[in-house]
């Protein structure tokens, strides 16, 4: 559409105010200098809305491209709108507004893609706050892998991540109450950033109850 009405309007460049052609001396267009533009200038694709006696019409095709070209930038913007609300398609600029409609302070220190993850999980994370299964979901958006997670030892139990070689350590022989033992495990430790791996269980956790993070290398 830019396209079409740019070359419309090139061929009916304004010198000073006027139309080109007609009189050399005032440079005002003629009439007939100005209808000989006709067979150059494009018509508006609203023509297919009309009665079709009136499809015919150049000089009404004409005249209702005035208002496309007006109307046609808003409704290209208005089509675009689902797009710029949705977390995986909108601008960067526009994540940290979408992120406070959920009631997020996206940390600039994520890498976008994960951003944007984020955003599109917050209301099912809200949900399973205080959960193994929130502080699980919320690590892997992060992390890119699931950590693991046991809960009230500080060892290994069959059916709580129990990994040979990475969590499997002799533990102490009274449970520990109200606790947790978070392993997270990644191709490159070094590109975490603990403080955001903390502010993750931190937020997750119910408050009462203590942790223990470390990292480990897959």
Request: charged share 25%; aromatic share 8%; glycine share 8%.
């Amino acid at each position: 559409m830019l396209a079409e009405d740019s070359r419309a309007f090139s061929s009916a460049e304004r010198h000073n105010g006027h139309l080109p052609g007609g009189d050399d001396r005032d440079g005002r267009g003629t009439l007939n200098s100005t209808l000989g533009l006709a067979s150059e200038l494009t018509v508006s694709s609203y023509m297919r809305y009309l009665p079709a006696p009136f499809q015919g019409d150049p000089l009404l095709g004409r005249f209702l491209l005035i208002f496309e070209t007006i109307l046609g930038p808003i409704e290209r913007l208005v089509d675009t709108v689902p797009y710029a609300l949705d977390p995986r398609l909108a601008p960067v600029e526009l994540l940290p507004w979408l992120a406070s409609w959920v009631g997020l302070e996206l940390d600039e220190n994520w890498p976008i893609d994960r951003r944007r993850e984020l955003i599109r999980w917050a209301a099912t994370l809200y949900r399973w706050r205080g959960t193994r299964r929130g502080l699980r979901e919320h690590l892997r958006l992060y992390v890119g892998r699931a950590p693991l997670i046991v809960e009230n030892f500080d060892g290994a139990r069959i059916g709580q991540d129990a990994h040979l070689g990475v969590t499997t350590r002799i533990g102490s022989p009274q449970a520990r109450a109200h606790s947790i033992a978070v392993t997270v495990v990644a191709d490159d430790p070094d590109v975490l950033d603990e403080r955001i791996l903390r502010s993750i269980i931190e937020f997750q956790k119910p408050a009462y109850v203590a942790y223990t993070l470390e990292v480990r290398k897959a």
